[in-house]
């Protein structure tokens, strides 16, 4: 990928509210404000390229944050901002709701082939944790129980369901009662997760393949098939979530791929007398910020590159690229996709 440097009249101020920062204070979060000047890091960039984070002061920035997984293609990649231009430049209908959308079923038939196993719906929505609520209605629905079961160190979101599948206090204190019949069990631990499913009062069991903001746990192989033929023996459905995995963040297409393992499965007995006779289970995941109609457009870009390097277009290779300041080869590695094996494993 190419990365351009800045032009003088791009990193100028003028372009920018001068009291955008007081605006901020005063109208969105003060405290963040008050934060970043405590820690000296409230910096203004005037423009970002792939790993590059450049200063309205002309200084340049390498972004090991990466949005917290969401710029899994580096910052305003080329072919996802062509794609946004053409899809606005078409002008074509958005949320009308009378009709059905023209791309929306070739995207989630894509969305289905990547994620594979037993998959054959998807739900589209706004956030992870959207996600997450959506799974928690499609299970108790699906099942006729209400018991929701989690694992210690999980982090699923923030709206009231979300925050119910999380046992820190630190998210949860001050917002008052949550969802009821909800558990937590250890992560990793089998003999939790049986003792919890053979009672037969849960409707789902939600895990993270890899914990994020747990301290980046990965589970082992053999818990997650585990985990899957228990539930399936149980009656429980299983929901991986992979909003910050997912979309070739380690590699595959999802985390869970890493295992050989999918969410969904063929039904137990307990389930045989249920409308549904697929196992109807959710990989939770926002992968990409940005409305559908233009999700559509973007998504062709995004599986384009995918199906250049499909183990190689996870995110732009931070890792390789400081390494390669070290070396003086950079700015070859700057206009590189792909990040090296080390750059997207499971731990």
């Known amino acids: 990928m190419s990365v351009v440097s800045p032009s003088p009249a791009s990193l100028s101020p003028d372009a920018v509210t001068a009291n955008f920062e007081e ?3 005063a109208s969105v979060n003060p405290q963040w404000v008050r934060l970043l000047r405590l820690l000296q890091m409230n910096v203004r960039y005037a423009r970002c390229a792939g790993v590059e984070l450049f200063t309205g002061d002309g200084n340049r920035v390498l972004d090991f944050l990466s949005g917290y997984c969401v710029h899994n293609l580096g910052h305003n990649h080329p072919a996802i901002l062509q794609a ?55 299970a108790r629905a699906h099942t006729r129980r209400n018991g929701l079961l989690y694992t210690e160190g999980a982090f699923h979101g ?46 789902v069991f939600f895990v993270e393949p890899i914990q994020g903001e747990g301290g980046i746990r990965a589970s082992s ?8 033929e228990l539930c399936e023996r149980y009656g429980t459905l299983l929901v ?72 190689d277009a996870s995110r732009i290779g931070c890792s390789r690229y400081a390494r390669a300041r ?16 080390t750059a997207r494993g499971t731990g």
């Open 84 to 138: 946004i231009k053409d899809e606005l430049d078409r002008c074509g209908p958005a949320m009308l709701q009378s009709h059905v959308p023209e791309r929306a079923g070739e995207l989630a038939t894509r969305l289905c082939q990547s994620a594979g196993g037993n998959l054959t719906k998807v739900f589209f929505c706004s956030s992870g944790s959207e996600g997450i609520e959506a799974a928690i209605k499609f």
């Open 158 to 203: 923030l709206t009231c369901g979300a925050l119910s599948l999380m046992g820190d206090a630190f998210w949860k204190t001050d917002f008052g009662p949550l969802l009821p019949e909800t558990d937590q069990i250890r992560f990793n631990h089998l003999s939790d997760l049986e003792e919890k499913l053979k009672t037969r009062n849960y409707a």
């Open 326 to 341: 070290e070396t003086g080869r950079a700015r070859h590695h700057s206009r590189r996709l792909h990040a090296p094996e």
């Open 240 to 311: 991986f979530d992979e909003v910050q995995t997912g979309f070739c963040r380690t590699g595959p297409f999802l985390a869970a791929h890493h295992y050989s393992v999918n969410a969904h499965g063929r039904p137990g007995k307990s389930d045989e007398r249920r409308p549904h006779p697929e196992r109807c289970c959710a990989h939770a995941g926002r992968y990409l910020q940005i409305g559908l109609r233009l999700l559509q457009a973007v998504l062709d870009s995004y599986f384009h590159v995918l199906r250049k390097r499909p183990r």
């Open 23 to 25: 605006e901020y204070e």
């Open 221 to 228: 192989a053999e818990y997650l098939k585990q985990a899957r």
